[in-house]
């Protein structure tokens, strides 16, 4: 049996419709339901009532379920088993934001004279893609934001955790500033990360904005990270990024903000804790120290 077509299944299941499958596994609608088509083909049963607000199990697709979980559990547990002997140097590390690839830079380098046989591969990868990356082995660990990755049986560990401070261009007039308040900030527009087609007024990081006190007028949106720093360095508006000192900010001043924005934690996320990933991660947090 096909566990492309589980994992499909599976996450149908947890999503409650094709479409947010679709999403949340980074293909196609019709991708999902020519897998699912398959597999019910295969089973000679149907799996799904499909209405309009969503799928539910059939009777059928109930009795499956607890079948296609401890398949996919078995095929997992086959591919960690053997990975570490196949690859033992070799980590996929996923990542989606420049912060985040500094964060793998900074484990080479901490890394790199006490194992130097240890390949760290970054793999870039949107964001909707990577729960579903690391449930299927095709990456080894994620480095992503706390909450971003749901899956109950995976190891998670936040790596970096700073605060939230104004992202201005060295060229504005705010940037002589050593302290904002927000009042400051609302005759700018506000430049956010909305990647992955989440750009609407329902999305939780504009509701967020809104109650920072920006109207919707002067909300606008990056589809990346590299590019959400780039129109802030061009002075085209503001934003809020983790109060680092980071080498991709060139042309970005960094001030506190005087109302509590809350704080940026990455986190480490694999699907165990093998002796390599917590050396990645131990590399990390003995940095912070």
């Not at 994620?142 to 401070?165: F, K, R, W």
């Not at 909305?194 to 990056?222: C, M, T």
Request: glycine share 4%; aromatic share 6%; with cysteine.
């Amino acid at each position: 049996m096909n566990t492309d077509r589980l994992a499909y299944f599976l996450e149908v299941v947890r999503e409650g419709s094709f479409s947010a499958a679709a999403r949340h596994m980074y293909v196609s609608q019709t991708a999902i339901s020519q897998q699912i088509a398959a597999l019910e083909k295969e089973l000679n049963s149907g799996l799904f009532y499909r209405k309009a607000t969503g799928v539910v199990l059939t009777e059928e697709g109930a009795q499956f379920l607890p079948y296609a979980e401890q398949m996919m559990h078995l095929e997992l547990k086959m591919k960690d088993t053997f990975a570490d002997t196949r690859k033992p140097d070799i980590v996929r590390i996923a990542y989606n934001g420049p912060l985040e690839k500094e964060l793998i830079i900074d484990i080479y380098l901490a890394l790199h004279q006490q194992r130097p046989s240890l390949a760290i591969h970054p793999v870039y990868m949107p964001l909707v893609a990577m729960p579903d990356a690391l449930y299927r082995g095709q990456c080894d660990a994620i480095i992503t934001l706390q909450g971003e990755i749901m899956h109950s049986n995976v190891y998670q560990d936040v790596i970096e955790d700073l605060p939230m401070a104004a992202a201005v261009s060295e060229g504005s007039e705010l940037a002589s500033y050593q302290s904002l308040d927000i009042d400051q900030l609302h005759k700018h527009p506000l430049i956010l990360l909305a990647p992955d087609q989440s750009k609407n007024v329902n999305a939780p990081i504009h509701a967020w904005a809104k109650r920072l006190g920006f109207e919707d007028h002067a909300i606008i949106y990056a589809d990346s990270a590299d590019m959400q720093v780039l129109m802030v360095a061009l002075n085209l508006g503001i934003s809020f990024l983790p109060q680092k000192n980071a080498s991709y900010l060139k042309g970005v001043k960094l001030i506190p903000v005087t109302t509590d924005l809350g704080r940026h934690r990455a986190v480490l996320a694999a699907r165990r804790l093998t002796p390599t990933i917590r050396a990645i991660r131990d590399s990390i947090l003995s940095g912070t120290e």
